[in-house]
């Protein structure tokens, strides 16, 4: 796959150079939802067809079972990555753990600290190419750049701690400043 190019005028903001590997931990299959695209639906039940996986996609989301990826076998290994490849997974598990952000200085490159073994190999695994996330990164929808906003405003609120800040996410109007409408309920 050739690298991404950036729109004219955005910065690429990254830790260079970029290094991740992959100890096969299967860590990261546990308990995350993984997202998949608009055209990755068909291709996935077309996978899961092959390897005799019922239902694998609910709510546009790999279904877990017992907290982990329907696809991830006994040996903690992806059924899709052993028998397809690494390029048939979902984007996201291609992407992993590099993730992009659009910030007001630029797009924001970086390796995902919640991945096991970013610590083993964050200064000696092998170099990772930034501008590959860049298929990865959405706009946020209007509602949740106005809920990271007000939970900034709260956040830097002189002495709010974080009781203040369980008080104002269950609707207590004396904790803090009034939130968006509807945020309890997103977050």
């Not at 996935?44 to 877990?64: C, F, K, N, T």
């Not at 709010?160 to 945020?183: F, H, I, K, R, Y």
Request: with cysteine.
């Amino acid at each position: 796959m050739p690298p991404a190019t950036l729109p004219e005028g955005v910065p690429l903001l990254a830790l260079r150079p970029l290094r991740a590997g992959c100890h096969g931990s299967g860590a990261c299959c546990h308990g995350w939802q993984v997202e998949l695209t608009e055209d990755e639906p068909p291709r996935i039940l077309e996978l899961a067809r092959a390897l005799a996986v019922a239902e694998p996609i609910v709510d546009g989301v790999l279904r877990r079972e017992d907290g982990r990826c329907v696809f991830l076998d006994d040996a903690l290994r992806c059924r899709i990555h052993a028998t397809f490849g690494a390029d048939a997974k979902p984007r996201t598990c291609r992407l992993y753990p590099l993730r992009a952000v659009f910030t007001e200085d630029g797009l924001r490159v970086g390796v995902d600290p919640s991945c096991a073994s970013t610590f083993r190999t964050w200064e000696s695994g092998p170099r990772v190419e930034p501008l590959r996330t860049i298929e990865q990164v959405r706009q946020l929808a209007p509602a949740l750049i106005e809920d990271e906003r007000a939970l900034l405003t709260l956040a830097s609120v002189p002495g709010m701690g974080v009781a203040g800040l369980a008080g104002a996410l269950v609707g207590d109007p004396t904790a803090a400043p009034e939130l968006p409408a509807g945020l309890t309920a997103r977050l």
